[in-house]
C-alpha cells in the first residue's frame, strides 16, 4: 500500500510526537512517516533498549527525548508548533499485554495505560493537536458468544486487566473529545506479526516460529480458539492513513484494524508454521485456570469504507519472514534480550 506524498521534504507534512515510539510498532512507524515527510519526535522511557531508533538517529527530521509519559508535563515542551505546521500524536506507549499487565499489577496498569492516556491528552491539548490516533486492542470483545464476527459496535467482555484499561482509555478519550478541538481515533488492533526493528516474540505468530526454529516443538493450548492476526506493517500503514484523512470523519472514531482474511484458529496457524517450517512436533493441551481466554472472529469492514484500508500481508507470508529472519540471524538468537524475554508456553 502506498500514499501519494512519499518523500516530501523534510517536515512538509508537519509534526508527529510517537510516544512509545522505541517499540514494536513505533520503531517502524518511524521510519514510514519520515520518508513520507513528516517531522517525527519518539518519546520512550527505552524500557526494552533503544537500538531500534539508531537507523533514524542522523535524520534531519528525526527528534528522540527519553522521558516517561505519565509523568506530568512530560511531552509538553516537545509540542511547540513553532513551524506552523500541523501537529499530531499517536499514542502506543503502554503497559501492553496481559500477562505485563497481570504481573505489574492493576495500580501500575492504571497508571501507564489510562492516567498516561489522560494526560498526554490534556498537555495535547494544550498545544492545540490536530488528532491523536490512540492505540488500543480487540481483546476488548473478549468472547464472541455467538460466534459472529465482532465489529466496532459490538459489546465489549474484557477478559484481562489489560482490556480493561485499554477499554478505561479509549472512553476518556472519547468523552473528552466532545468538548475539544481534538480528534482522538482509536484504533483496536488485531493480534500482530511480523519483523520491525524491535520484534517482539510474545505474540503468537511470531512466538510459534521462533519455538518451531528453536525447539522444534509447540505446545498448544486453547487450538480451536480464533483470533484476527494483522502484520505491523500493514498497521504502520493504517495509522498513517488515519494522519491524512478527513479529521472529521474520524473524530472519536473507534476502527478495529486488521483483515477478514486474519481470522484464523491456532490450528490454522500451527499447520501455516508447520507448513514452512520442517520436522515440528506439537503437543496439544488444555488450558483450565488462567490466560487469555478470548475466542473471537473480527470484522473490519469499517476501516475498509471509512479509510480505505486493506492489510497486503497476509499470516503465511508473515510466517516466512520472521523464518527467514532468524534462520539469518537477524533475530531470535540466544544473546538477544527479546528471545530471552520471550513467554515459551504458547496461550
Known sequence: MSMSGENQPVGARGHVLVTGGAGYIGSLLTGLLLQRGYRVTVVDSLLF??????????????????????EPGAIAPLLDGSDGKRQHLVHLAAIVGFPACQALGESVARRYNVEATRLVFEQAEEASVERIVFSSTYSSYGRSPDGRPVSEDSPLHPQSLYAETKIEAEQCLIDRAKDSNIAPIVFRFATLFG??????????????????????????YQRSY???FVHVRDVCEAIAMALEAPVETLRAQVFNVGTDAGNHTKDEIVGLVQKHVRDVDVEYKDLTFGGDMRDI???FSKIRRVLGFEAKIDVEAGICEVR????????????DR???????IVQ
Open 49 to 70: 533498549g533503544g537500538e531500534s531508533l539508531l537507523g533514524y538517529w542522523h535524520h534531519p527530521g528525526f527528534r528522540f527525548v527519553g522521558a516517561d509519559v505519565s
Open 195 to 220: 519483523i520491525s526493528p524491535r520484534t517482539r516474540f510474545d505474540l503468537i505468530v511470531n512466538q510459534f516460529v521462533l519455538e518451531a526454529l528453536t525447539r522444534r516443538k509447540l505446545v498448544i
Open 226 to 228: 480464533a483470533r484476527a
Open 297 to 299: 472472529r473480527v470484522s
Open 324 to 335: 527467514d529472519a532468524i534462520e539469518n540471524r537477524l533475530v531470535g538468537q540466544p544473546g
Open 338 to 344: 527479546r528471545y530471552r524475554n520471550a513467554e515459551f
